[in-house]
T-cell receptor
Framework: DAKTTQPPSMDCAEGRAANLPCNHS???????VYWYRQIHSQGPQYIIH?????ETNEMASLIITEDRKSSTLILPHATLRDTAVYYC??????????????WGLGTSLAVNP | KAGVTQTPRYLIKTRGQQVTLSCSPISGHRSVSWYQQTPGQGLQFLFE???????NKGNFPGRFSGRQFSNSRSEMNVSTLELGDSALYLC????????????FGAGTRLSVL
């Protein structure tokens, strides 16, 4: 599976939008982009995923560039509870081998009051 | 419905001992994966079980083993503990190996002294 690159840390003011970037320049045509986050002392939590179209759910929005080499996770109104490590990973849809996933170190987002 | 449950939450062991960790997946989920998380390393895949069979295995020594029961509950065992085995061990479940969204437990924090 393709590897992703994320900034190690970011800050955001409470109530503002948090925009978390992810580069996946070697992504293949059949690979989806998945985002998870890990709040301190908890396991990772699924947020959203997409292939090439922008996606939105109750937690966040996902913007994928037209060439699919990068994406941005948007938390529209960040709260203190959004402070977490955010992971961007890519994998083929319905390709079940978790062994091939590359999680990386993610982006540590600090939402400040 | 109940999420993924891992027990115990915390463990302290000494070198040379062995340890068994337990994971109860979400009801209806038949696939269970185990990960090791250490600072600076991200999530490292240990193994995945589906229908009581190990489907994939990561690059860990044979001291790390696991099993899955008929009710999908899973255990992992680490024998002859080493200091470097200190980590957060995470369990994740999904409906089947073709389902890409994983649901994680809160993890077991193992400290080896």
């Amino acid at each position: 599976d393709a590897k992703t690159t994320q900034p190690p840390s970011m800050d955001c003011a409470e109530g503002r939008a948090a925009n978390l970037p992810c580069n996946h320049s070697t992504i293949s045509g059949n690979e989806y982009v998945y985002w998870y986050r890990q709040i301190h002392s908890q396991g990772p939590q699924y947020i959203i995923h997409g292939l090439k179209n922008n996606e939105t759910n109750e937690m966040a929005s996902l913007i994928i560039t037209e060439d699919r080499k990068s994406s941005t996770l948007i938390l529209p109104h960040a709260t203190l509870r959004d402070t977490a490590v955010y992971y961007c990973i890519v994998r083929p849809y319905n390709a079940g081998n978790n062994r091939k996933l590359i999680w990386g170190l993610g982006t540590s987002l600090a939402v400040n009051p | 419905k109940a999420g993924v449950t891992q027990t115990p939450r915390y463990l302290i062991k000494t070198r040379g001992q062995q340890v068994t960790l337990s994971c109860s997946p979400i009801s209806g989920h038949r696939s269970v994966s185990w990960y090791q998380q250490t600072p600076g390393q991200g999530l490292q895949f240990l193994f995945e079980y589906f229908s009581e069979t190990q489907r994939n295995k990561g690059n860990f020594p044979g001291r790390f083993s696991g099993r899955q029961f008929s009710n999908s509950r899973s255990e992992m065992n680490v024998s002859t503990l080493e200091l470097g085995d200190s980590a957060l061990y995470l369990c994740a479940s999904r409906r089947g190996t073709g389902e890409n969204i994983q649901y994680f437990g809160a993890g077991t924090r193992l400290s080896v002294l």
